[in-house]
């Protein structure tokens, strides 16, 4: 790794608003960018909460279209009922409040919505020629960072692959971020969700295209959520734990579009595809053990990221970075995150063929320090087993 000579390109929304109580400000923004009838993409457990929003949209002059709730990690499918109500009903800008999956068809509709192309044409990098609307995101989970990232994923039904379209026409025109709007998490998903920002700020760390400029952040958001996300399990009520790991969820997100995640996202995709492990989860179970793969090409930094979760030094950096590790797995089994494959219903026999779908997400592997092979990331997921 030479950090001197990787090119940053830093990627995020013109606008970024974070602060309890920021939610309605989304209201004047689209009415400010020409939008009278929006889509509101949400899910569930949210509409009842969201009062304060739509009242503001109403008294700025923004009619409201609500997309059929999007309660799951979305499918091709699920993207398109979506895409085709927005386009049924001619809105003329798009507003997702909810977690990454929420965000994530949020976005593609708003790309997508004109039938220029189609999503399975968009998945890569630098595919998506335009976004057709205006686009404006609130996360409700910390989270995914979507809201800030060129990236969208689905899962392709067809493969059982989890598969992401990655562009700069995918970063909204702007990021409402109100940890208010995360108070409802309940306990599960707030250690899945924390752990995964948590692991796009240790990707971002540890990756061949690392720069100091996200080094700074992603640094800054495994301290806020390693210091904070037990006290938001314990209870959710907890105001400041709950802005400490927003704010640390929109850092892990900022690291998304200029550096990216590298092989425990790789691994973990097909575990979402196949056995429909939350994402979150599903890269928990998977950390402890591609960071001791890792280890090897670069244990200065691994006992850099480390310290960052709060873990004195040993004077020995891989020794420092092993305990880095036994500490991620205390935090997520304190959290009540399960800590196996074989606690999550995966049998044995599928490992191979989750490795050969791993190899596929090579947008991913090639950010990771060390080399993966299949064989790899069998033993990977053998270990995890
Ligand atoms: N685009 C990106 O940059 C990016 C990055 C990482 C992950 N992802 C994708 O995001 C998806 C996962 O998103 P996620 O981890 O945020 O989970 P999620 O959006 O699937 O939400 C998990 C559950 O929590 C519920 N929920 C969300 N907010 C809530 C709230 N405030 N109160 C109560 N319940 C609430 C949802 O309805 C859902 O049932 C995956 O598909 C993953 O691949 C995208
Ligand atoms: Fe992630």
């Keep these: 790794m030479n950090l001197s000579t990787n090119i940053i390109t830093l990627l995020q929304p013109p ?110 990098i630098n595919l998506l020629k335009h976004r057709a609307l205006p686009l404006v995101c609130l996360p409700t989970t910390a989270g995914t960072g979507a809201e800030v990232s060129p990236n969208a994923i689905l899962l392709d039904e067809t493969d059982e692959l989890k598969k992401g379209a990655i562009s700069p026409h995918l970063v909204p025109d702007a990021a409402f971020l109100d940890p208010l709007l995360t108070l409802s998490v309940p ?21 061949k295209f690392a720069h100091p400029v996200m080094d700074t952040i ?9 210091a904070n996300l037990l006290r938001a399990v314990c209870d959710g009520n907890e105001v400041e734990a709950r802005a400490a790991l927003a704010l640390g969820s929109l850092y892990g997100g900022l690291c998304l579009g200029p550096v990216n995640t590298a092989a425990v996202h790789a691994l973990s995709y097909p575990l979402g595809g196949r056995f429909h492990i939350a994402h979150g989860v599903s890269n928990a179970v998977l950390l402890p053990h591609v960071l001791r793969f890792n280890f090897s090409a670069a244990p200065a930094r691994y006992a850099e990221i480390a310290e960052a979760l709060g873990v004195a030094g040993t004077g020995s950096d891989l020794s420092t970075a092993e305990r880095g590790v036994e500490y991620l797995s205390e935090l997520s089994r304190n959290c009540g995150v399960p800590q196996k494959l074989s606690d999550l219903n995966v049998p044995r026999a599928a490992i191979p063929a989750l490795a050969k779908a791993a190899m596929q997400v090579t947008r991913l592997l090639k950010n990771n320090l060390r080399p993966l092979a299949e064989q790899d990331a069998i033993r990977i997921y053998e270990a995890a087993y």
């Design 15 to 124: 606008r970024i608003v974070f602060g309890n109580g920021c939610a309605p400000q989304c209201a004047e923004f689209l009415a400010q960018r020409g939008c009278r009838r929006a889509l509101l993409v949400s899910s569930s457990p949210l509409l009842s909460q969201l009062d304060a929003v739509t009242g503001a949209l109403k008294k700025s002059g923004v009619e409201t279209v609500t997309a059929p709730a999007v309660d799951q990690e979305p499918t091709l499918s699920a993207f398109e009922t979506v895409r085709q109500l927005a386009h049924t009903e001619k809105v003329d800008g798009v507003l997702g409040i909810g977690g990454g999956s929420v965000i994530d068809v949020a976005k593609l509709v708003a790309a997508l919505v004109d039938g220029n192309q189609t999503a399975t044409e968009v998945f890569g």
């Design 187 to 207: 306990p599960s998903v707030t250690a899945a969700t924390g752990l995964d920002a948590l692991t796009h700020c240790i990707e971002a760390y540890a990756n």
């Design 218 to 226: 992603a640094r800054q958001g495994m301290k806020l959520i390693s």
